[in-house]
């Protein structure tokens, strides 16, 4: 009896062994192969959003896609929430936040993996055409929209880099999509949007009657959030990453979308 106990509790461990080396949080399908499900924004233009076919599209998805192709795991996309996206990822919902997202100190002291930062960013100011807007010193006794969750709120916030500028709105409005704070703006409904670049010359490119005022307010980078713990799953993409940059792959799908300057894309300007 004793050894068939200690075989059957051998046998376990080395079942629960197996499970942790099949990789971080891993779904599979049918056939076994690990399913690798990204968490996106899905209004975020042009980094991830639904096209006119209704599939998920943009530079991220695009690089994604071709990581797990590479890697030989099927990709699914999940839209999270993005205030809550962290929560999302913790949760398991999905394996990593990849969708245009700013590396944030408070990231890393909550322990979160993070890959290399891929993008070089900034916040602008997004107002209509002809608005008396030039700078962000125009904007005191104004309302301002800014998308929840975002790293344009973070700096707005009390203790945030540009909580002296949000000092003199006289509101600062927060959205749940940047969507839902263009729409704000062309209702006339807010005076301005503080947004990332790409985003509102993407959005500003397809939708006429707005204006991306040149005025950076602060410098950020973009980046992979995984799970604590999943270090070798944010190698694993890391590396198709690499491959993708060595091999052209990454600079072709980056040239599909004109809004995304290669120059502040680190991967290839090293």
Do not use: H
């Not at 209704?54 to 990581?67: H, L, R």
């Not at 301005?192 to 006429?208: G, M």
């Not at 070798?232 to 990453?241: K, Q, R, S, T």
């Amino acid at each position: 009896m004793k050894n068939l106990k200690k075989a059957l509790c051998l046998l376990l461990a080395a079942l629960m062994t197996v499970s942790l080396l099949a990789g971080c949080g891993s779904k599979k399908d049918d056939s076994g192969k690990k399913v690798f499900i990204q968490g996106i924004d899905a209004e975020y233009p042009p980094f991830s959003y639904l096209d006119s076919d209704g599939n998920y599209a943009g530079f991220d998805v695009e690089v994604c896609k071709a990581a797990c192709d590479l890697l030989g795991w099927e990709y699914k996309a999940f839209p999270v929430n993005w205030e809550q996206k962290l929560v999302q990822l913790d949760q398991k919902e999905c394996d990593c936040i990849w969708s245009g997202m700013t590396i944030l100190d408070s990231m890393k002291t909550s322990g979160y993996t993070l890959s290399a930062p891929y993008y070089d960013n900034t916040q602008v100011i997004m107002v209509k055409e002809g608005s008396a807007v030039k700078s962000s010193k125009d904007l005191a006794g104004l309302t301002v929209a800014v998308q929840l969750g975002t790293s344009g709120e973070s700096l707005l916030n009390k203790g945030g880099d540009l909580e002296s500028l949000a000092a003199t709105f006289k509101e600062l409005v927060r959205c749940d999509s940047f969507l839902k704070c263009f729409t704000e703006l062309g209702g006339n409904a807010v005076d301005a949007v503080i947004v990332d670049k790409p985003v509102a010359e993407s959005y500003a490119a397809k939708n006429a009657g707005f204006t991306v005022l040149d005025e950076g307010l602060g410098a950020e980078q973009y980046g992979i959030a995984f799970r604590s713990g999943d270090k070798e799953l944010c190698e694993a993409i890391e590396g198709a990453v690499k491959t993708l940059v060595e091999n052209g792959t990454y600079a072709k799908i980056a040239a599909k979308y004109p809004d995304i300057s290669t120059n502040n894309l680190l991967f290839l300007n090293k």
